[in-house]
């Protein structure tokens, strides 16, 4: 079992930053496929970002790439996601997930940390 809790979230005007963090605990998230989702106001849950237990890789949504770098510490055993150039429409509250590695689904999702970007 793996427990995921994210902090760093907070209101921040537009072109502005946070930086977002996903503590886990439980198990160890080196062997782990982690990612960040997002969910706006009356919208569907959307994807934002993904990185692979081997970590050679990255995923972003057409939406966030080049603004947002998502990275993980395993020493810390903790996710970030860098959040830069916010624009009003990235409010939403950002779920940390993490999967077994290689599978289509994530089966560990944080509480969420709300995201609020002022224009």
């Known amino acids: 079992q793996v427990q995921l809790v994210e902090s760093g979230g907070g209101l921040v005007q537009a072109g502005g930053s946070l930086r977002l963090s996903c503590a886990a605990s439980g198990r160890t998230l080196s062997t782990y496929d982690v990612g960040w989702f997002r969910q706006a106001p009356g919208k569907e849950r959307e994807f934002v970002s993904a990185?692979?237990?081997?970590?050679?890789?990255?995923i972003y949504s057409d939406s966030v790439k080049g603004r947002f770098t998502i990275s993980r510490d395993n020493a810390k055993n903790t996710v970030h996601l860098q959040m830069n150039s916010l624009k009003p429409e990235d409010t939403a509250v950002y779920y940390c997930v993490a999967g077994r590695a290689g599978s289509p689904t994530y089966d560990y999702w944080g509480q969420g940390t709300q995201v609020t970007v002022s224009s």
């Open positions: 990185l692979p237990w081997k970590g050679t890789s990255t």
